[in-house]
């Protein structure tokens, strides 16, 4: 038994929004199927700065909107923090695209 407990441990997932960008109900969903699938997992969602969508798996940045321009794949984040929980190292994550969005 002391090797299921070494080889799964609690995974923290970091999500910075924009508030700005009303990116919260995002940060919401992403944090609502984390806990669902991966009950364990501590999740939290903060805001931050303009135009992110940060997220971060044990402090690993595996998707910055910045950077991408886009929303991660939810299923990907699921996975990677599964990956976490058991021991093995995470991944940068799929981007969805972003279909809703107007510039004015």
Same mark, same amino acid.
């Given at each position: 038994?002391?090797? +299921? =407990? ?16 009303? +990116? /919260?109900?995002?940060?919401?969903? %992403? ?8 009950? =364990? ?10 135009? +992110?969508? =940060? ?5 690993? %940045? *595996?998707?910055? /909107? ?10 990907? @984040? *699921?996975?990677?923090?599964? /990956? ?7 991944? /940068? *994550? ?7 969005? *107007? @510039?004015?």
């Amino acid at each position: 038994m002391a090797q +299921s =407990e070494e080889t799964s441990w609690k995974p923290r997932v970091d999500i910075e929004y924009c508030n700005v960008c009303n +990116s /919260k109900p995002q940060c919401v969903e %992403l944090a609502g199927i984390i806990r669902e699938q991966i009950p =364990e997992a501590e999740v939290v969602c903060r805001t931050g700065r303009r135009g +992110s969508f =940060e997220v971060q798996i044990n402090d690993t %940045l *595996v998707h910055s /909107k910045l950077s991408s321009l886009a929303f991660p794949r939810y299923e990907d @984040v *699921v996975q990677n923090v599964r /990956k976490a929980r058991d021991g093995l190292p995470v991944n /940068k *994550v799929a981007e969805q695209p972003i279909t809703d969005c *107007v @510039v004015q």
